[in-house]
């Protein structure tokens, strides 16, 4: 048996720090979405201004602006001149309104009520084993997004600007046939579809999703002009059949194993002999070292009913439904891509 060793006195003052410091980290999401919010990052485009400035054109008190500022500046958001006027950072760029790379809308969703208050009930989480979100807010989250248009609108919005920044990146991790039939289940509005079949001219492609999803759809692209379709279904129960390619691109880390095992026993109920499923998903390591899939489980916990799962937790998923992974292909991103095929 080890026997627990306390800190030296050398290092009680770094893990004091440490753990007040990590006490109040959630100071910082409050003040990053007072900057998003307020739109400091598109005025600071014309360059430098200082709080009181900033806050004239903006409508809010300077001392209390600049003090949020100023914090924010510690972590890099922004930077302060020996002036007192506060500057861009590439970190303030990418939480603008106007570039491709956007992720200010993400950021919002991040911070917004539904994610806040649900985290803030971890602890009932963890005593009970049951997702925050519902007790909260009245149904689950997905339910909630039909009933509530305001909510629904951020959720989006903020899920796309992510996908925006990451589908590329995925498409070019994985090896896609020059021919084929490439249907994504529960693909949103179809920027990832959209995106393969920019990059592969030979393919053609199925967005599979709910009607309210597919009234929003983005393949109405020049590019793409004839090698797609839509097709409206439930992926608890169905999938459309005939494809070669099948993508669950960040569906099974919404959803708990017993909802998981219904999709993917829909899919491959749908799967030719031939065909492989792609499933793009955090894929959590073992160890102790920080990964963003570990981050983002405890909001899945909260929120969602779901979780990032390691890759023996896929197999056991796919044993179940009579599949197999085959590999696990990093993206350069947080996700990986879990290829597998009928067993």
């Known amino acids: 048996m080890n026997e627990v060793r306390p800190p030296q006195p050398e290092e009680i003052g770094a893990a004091v720090r440490q753990v007040l410091g990590d006490s109040l980290g959630y100071l910082y999401p409050a003040a990053l979405r007072v900057a998003v919010r307020l739109g400091l990052p598109d005025l600071l485009l014309s360059g430098p201004q200082s709080a009181e400035q900033l806050a004239k054109t903006v409508g809010a008190d300077a001392p209390s602006l600049y003090r ?195 999709i993917l026993r829909a899919v491959r109920e749908a799967m030719p002999e031939h065909a492989r499923l792609l499933i793009v998903d955090a894929v959590v390591p073992a160890g102790n070292d920080p990964h963003p899939g570990k981050l983002y489980d405890i909001a899945m916990m909260t929120i969602f009913d779901g979780k990032e799962r390691t890759e023996p937790e896929f197999d056991a998923l796919l044993a179940a439904t009579g599949l197999r992974r085959t590999r696990t292909v990093p993206t350069p991103g947080t996700v990986s891509i879990v290829e597998a095929v009928r067993a």
Request: hydrophobic letters at 40%; aromatic letters at 10%.
């Open 68 to 262: 949020v500022l100023r914090f924010l500046a510690t972590r890099g958001l922004f930077r302060e001149d020996e002036a007192g006027a506060f500057h861009l950072t590439p970190a303030a760029h990418v939480l603008r309104s106007d570039v491709p790379y956007s992720v200010r809308s993400t950021a919002l969703l991040l911070t917004d009520r539904m994610y806040w208050e649900s985290t803030g009930r971890l602890e009932q989480t963890v005593r009970d084993g049951r997702t925050a979100f519902d007790g909260i807010f009245g149904a689950p989250l997905f339910d909630h997004l039909a009933a509530v248009p305001e909510d629904a609108e951020t959720f989006n919005r903020g899920i796309a600007d992510l996908s925006v920044i990451e589908q590329g990146g995925i498409a070019d991790s994985y090896a896609f046939p020059a021919e084929g039939t490439v249907v994504d289940v529960g693909g949103g509005p179809g920027g990832f579809l959209r995106t393969v079949l920019t990059r592969h001219p030979g393919l053609r492609g199925v967005l599979y999703e709910q009607a309210s999803v597919l009234a929003g759809h983005e393949l109405d692209d020049p590019a793409i002009e004839g090698r797609w379709e839509t097709a409206e279904g439930d992926f608890f129960s169905t999938a459309p059949g005939g494809g070669d390619l099948y993508v669950l691109k960040r569906v099974l880390h919404d959803w708990d194993d017993e909802h998981c095992l219904r």
